[in-house]
């Protein structure tokens, strides 16, 4: 009998993904306001980005330039287009359609250079991805209602999706309500970027402080992610209606998981954190119900599941997304042992795993980890189908003296990686794309510097504000060119 062959499918969605703001700069430019990514500095590994409601002439605030691809954006696709891309996932960002966040009417010129994106897109074959809300909330719902924390918010959201649904319908058929929706519950920074809860000590506060010393209590923060999860349901619900033709879907930020020893302590504590992380969101936004130990924890801590309407379990039910679609950078171990070695990741760390190397910023690198995540996504939710829609190996690229960079190390990520997107093909997963992050050079949300570089594209901006944004392919350029020509087949 022939081996079976795996090959990605037809149609694979092969491509890259980005932020607003995290890419796009102009962010005070034709209308917008200003959103909640507008008013964190710029940190590094060692310095922490820092947080303050009043934006200080004397610090660096990384997402008002970023790297300009507000201006760029015709030579940006232009290159992902000569990449191959099939797909381009980006945030539109809310503030730049509603300045204020619930102003009567949109602000047209922000949906016109959508519009212009989409167009240019389009003509390069490449299919957009839109996150409606990737950490840029606008300022003004936050100073106004506190963000998420009030039922108004989810008004002003579902008119927001409403009035991006409406005017792309017939350019857009893939859609994400919020990114890595979970970050809510993870710190209170998370709480922040993605719902723009801030509690009355960190609202109070003239100077920046560290953004690791915000604190929003577990109350506001499931109240919020709640109000979170009814604006989702409407928006999904309302966006169908649209167009019926709508793929809507959730995004969640996965971390592997595992037990760090066979302790069976270690075993149930790793399957707690694993249902709290990652299964909690997934199962309000999938199946459309809370699941049963998600009461059991808001008990545990003391929560008051007021705010967990007859209506509102209503809303969520009938407001399921109809596909899943996740970030994966690396994994951790969990333990009930306090002595154990630490290691930091993309918003939570854990304990070190032995097994796994090191990325330069210290999160380990596991691409069996990610064919781990995508089995256990599929055993979950197996009526629908998924999508990685950010991977990537963040670095500290340097061009030589021929001007010619060399990101071996990045080539060699994704290569481990694309492999095990393909394995778990073969172990019956239903994937539909693959977005690495980021396609360009882009400030990094977790240290806000441009130090840490992802992109296939390196971009002439630097942490001191300096360059002219001037763009260039690196290595990966190619070699990612060459994976997608050959539909996943040609790593090397």
Not at 33 to 42: I, K, R
Request: charged share 25%; glycine share 8%.
């Amino acid at each position: 009998m022939e081996k079976n062959i795996i090959k990605f499918p037809e149609n694979f969605l092969w491509g890259g993904a980005t932020a607003a703001n995290q890419c796009e700069g102009a962010y005070l430019e034709d209308g917008k306001g200003l959103s909640v990514s507008d008013f964190v500095t710029g940190g590094s590994r060692d310095i922490p980005r820092k947080f303050c409601t009043e934006i200080k002439e004397e610090y660096f605030y990384p997402s008002h330039m970023a790297v300009d691809h507000y201006h760029h954006f015709k030579e940006d696709v232009a290159l992902f287009g000569e990449m191959g891309f099939k797909c381009y996932r980006l945030s539109i960002n809310w503030a730049r359609i509603f300045p204020n966040g619930d102003d009567e009417e949109p602000n047209e010129a922000g949906l016109k250079y959508y519009d212009d994106l989409f167009d240019e897109l389009h003509k390069y074959g490449i299919e957009p991805l839109v996150t409606l809300s990737h950490y840029e909330m606008p300022w003004k719902l936050t100073e106004k209602y506190n963000g998420f924390q009030s039922r108004k918010t989810i008004d002003c959201f579902v008119k927001y999706a409403v009035t991006c649904f409406k005017r792309y319908k017939d350019k857009v058929k893939y859609w994400l309500t919020f990114n890595e929706i979970n970050v809510t519950t993870q710190t209170s920074y998370g709480t922040y970027i993605s719902a723009g809860v801030l509690s009355e000590t960190d609202r109070a506060k003239k100077e920046p402080f560290p953004i690791d010393e915000m604190y929003v209590s577990s109350q506001m923060t499931y109240e919020a992610l709640h109000h979170q999860f009814v604006a989702s349901a409407l928006a999904v619900q309302e966006g169908l209606k649209i167009n019926p033709d709508f793929l809507i879907g959730c995004m969640i930020c996965r971390i592997g998981l595992y037990p760090h020893t066979p302790n069976p302590k270690d075993v149930l504590a790793c399957q707690k954190k694993e249902h709290l992380t990652h299964d909690l969101c997934g199962d309000v936004m999938v199946r459309g119900e809370y699941p049963s130990f998600a009461y059991s924890y808001f008990r545990e801590i003391g929560i008051n599941t007021d705010f967990i309407t007859e209506e509102d379990k209503k809303i969520l039910r009938e407001g399921t997304v109809n596909f899943y679609t996740f970030s994966y950078y690396m994994s951790n171990c969990v333990t009930v042992d306090p002595t154990v070695e630490k290691v930091g990741g993309n918003m939570v760390g854990g304990a070190r795993n032995p097994y796994l190397r090191m990325s330069e910023w210290g999160w380990q690198t596991d691409p069996d980890g990610l064919r781990y995540v995508l089995n256990l996504i599929h055993d979950r939710y197996p009526h629908i189908p998924l999508m990685v829609v950010e991977n990537g190996l963040g670095g500290n690229d340097q061009a030589d003296e021929a001007g010619n960079i060399h990101d071996e190390a990045r080539i060699e990520y994704l290569r481990e990686h694309i492999t095990c997107l393909k394995q778990a093909i073969g172990d019956g997963v239903p994937l539909i794309g693959y977005t690495s992050w980021g396609p360009l050079d882009l400030v990094s949300v977790s240290t806000g510097e441009m130090h840490k570089r992802y992109g296939y594209i390196f971009v002439e901006r630097y942490d001191d504000g300096t360059g002219d944004f001037a763009r260039h392919r690196k290595d990966s350029f190619a070699w990612y060119q060459k994976v997608i020509a050959s539909n996943g087949e040609d790593l090397l």
